[in-house]
């Protein structure tokens, strides 16, 4: 959860962004939420360097921050960016143009989430072959089935971050097509293994991420997202990703987990956020222009940490 600050006057956004290291700060946290050990390897200043230009942003209500682990992720705060007349937004676009140190910070920034990418397709490199015996939040039959009765086939299907290809395997028998999108190429080939073991020719594995498809426009039915948008660094994008596969009428179904505290999970299965409330995947449905969204815990594990499934489904 975001810890929002007030919001800011036209005074103090000039006198907290006046300073040449804040505003490129600033321009960063416009495009991406980062930690400060992130800030540090972009900017190349010291911890404490950042953390005074943080609070001090974070005091005159230009960024806020959400705990993720043992540490915070800062965002340049959004009521900061589109009130005050857009002063701030202006400024930031005229900082772009005039501080030297720009184009580099942006450079680096994208190296740093890179290395957060690829830290998260470590992970499931290394679990390719492995996820159908190794334990998965979240992940039951129960659940799988809940999202099966939904559907009515024949129809052209998407499941996004399909992992080694269980769940595109599942429903390939009832589908037209099933595109399944996954970033670790390891664990795309081990799908596709499986698809020729069982002879199964409709499964077709493309190689990417699921903020930016490797999909044509308005060709998909259905979009699944099976226990995966909780490992998107941006799951807004993921969902808008979604809108724009989907023919009209078509439906997005996502099984992830409720929000929870299982603070381990984020090392134990690379997970970038620990769930979802109802609220928050019907927000992210709605805001993607999704329509009759409904959602519903669907299944309740009796173990320790005790994870929730919650399914969410909206129509183009």
Partial sequence: MYQKPAMSSIVKILRASAEPNRLRILMLL?????????????????????????????????????RTGKSSLYRISPSALSGSGGVLEGMLVQAEREIPEAPADRAAMKAVVKKRQDRMRSFFDS??????????????????AEALLRLMPPMTIADLGAGDGTFALLLAPRARQVIAVDSSARMLEVGREQAARHGIDNVEFRLGDMEELPIEDTVVDVV??????????????????????????????ILDLAKHRFEEARELYADERLGFSEAELSALLEDAGFQNVSTAIVDRESEAPQFQTLLAIGER
């Fill in 30 to 66: 416009k495009a991406e939420e980062l930690s400060v050990a992130e800030l540090q390897e972009i900017l190349v200043m010291g911890q404490s360097t950042i953390s005074t230009h943080l609070s001090q942003l974070k005091h005159a209500g230009l960024v806020e921050d959400r």
């Fill in 224 to 253: 699944f997202f099976s226990q995966s948008l909780h490992h998107a660094l941006h799951p807004e994008r993921a969902v808008h990703e979604a809108s724009r596969i989907l023919k009209p009428s078509g439906r997005i179904v």
């Fill in 127 to 144: 679990m390719a072959g492995r996820l159908g015996k190794d334990y998965v939040p979240g992940k039951s039959w129960k659940s799988l």
